[in-house]
């Protein structure tokens, strides 16, 4: 069961909702209006495995150009297979260094059990 949904969690999480801030909206367009270096973790789900090349190529230069460097990014995919290799130019697929064995790893620890893949990358910005 996730920790936030623990009885005894529930005062703490009672008492920082109030932090809670909701946004509906892209993803990619939350990512590219912020201020650089706003974020340093990304949380992707599945999403990718629905996205065109273009949208992906636009998401992930979001990344490079507004997220800290040493961002973590995760997401799932239906298959085993990232689809970033597939997706990116050379030159953006560049900064970004892919955790292959981390990755493996985790995926082995997911409970959604209905996932091909779970990927993890780090932005070197190189």
Do not use: C
């Not at 912020?34 to 974020?39: C, D, M, N, V």
Request: aromatic share 12%.
């Amino acid at each position: 069961m996730p920790e936030y949904l623990k009885e005894e969690n529930f005062e703490t999480l009672r008492a920082n909702a109030d932090r809670l801030n909701t946004k509906i909206g892209s993803a990619t367009d939350e990512i590219k209006n912020s201020p650089q270096g706003s974020f340093n973790r990304f949380v992707f789900l599945d999403a990718q495995d629905w996205m065109s090349s273009e949208q992906i190529t636009e998401l992930w230069s979001a990344i490079a150009e507004n997220g800290q460097l040493g961002s973590r990014i995760i997401f799932r995919t239906a298959g085993a297979s990232s689809p970033l290799e597939a997706n990116l130019p050379p030159e953006l697929i560049a900064e970004f260094n892919y955790e292959k064995e981390l990755s493996a790893e985790l995926f082995k620890q997911d409970r959604a059990s209905i996932y091909g893949g779970f990927h993890l990358y780090t932005f070197s910005g190189n």
